[in-house]
């Protein structure tokens, strides 16, 4: 069972870039056919569908957010990064990400305030 942990700052200034990192452990990053997803909830709302990055690097991010939205990977520490600029109140939500095998992780609180 692939087993995710998502972990960052819970706590951004408005105009800041919100950067997040998911680990994964019991898989690559880099497995066959791979597809590693951020998700994110803000309160009250549905869940909102970011982006992916494949096992070999290919993106596909969000319409809505592709402007300020990176998603990369580290083969190395076998972790995937969520990166949002500008951001706002707006994105103010728990962040998820998503992998194999209909696996999630915790989420992790992000909250954008001065």
């Known amino acids: 069972q692939v087993r995710l942990q998502e972990s960052g700052p819970g706590l951004v200034k408005p105009s800041q870039t919100l950067s997040l990192t998911c680990t994964v452990s019991d898989d690559s990053v880099t497995t066959n056919d791979a597809y590693w997803n951020w998700i994110r909830q803000s309160p009250g709302k549905g869940l909102e569908y970011i982006g992916f990055?494949?096992?070999?690097?290919?993106?596909a991010i969000s319409p809505s957010l592709k402007s300020r939205t990176s998603i990369a990977r580290d083969t190395i520490r076998n972790q995937i990064t969520l990166q949002l600029s500008s951001a706002t109140p707006a994105d103010t939500a728990v962040y998820y990400c998503?992998?194999?095998?209909?696996?999630w992780g915790q989420g992790t609180q992000v909250t954008v305030s001065s």
């Open positions: 990055i494949t096992y070999n690097g290919y993106t």
């Open positions: 998503a992998g194999p095998r209909d696996s």
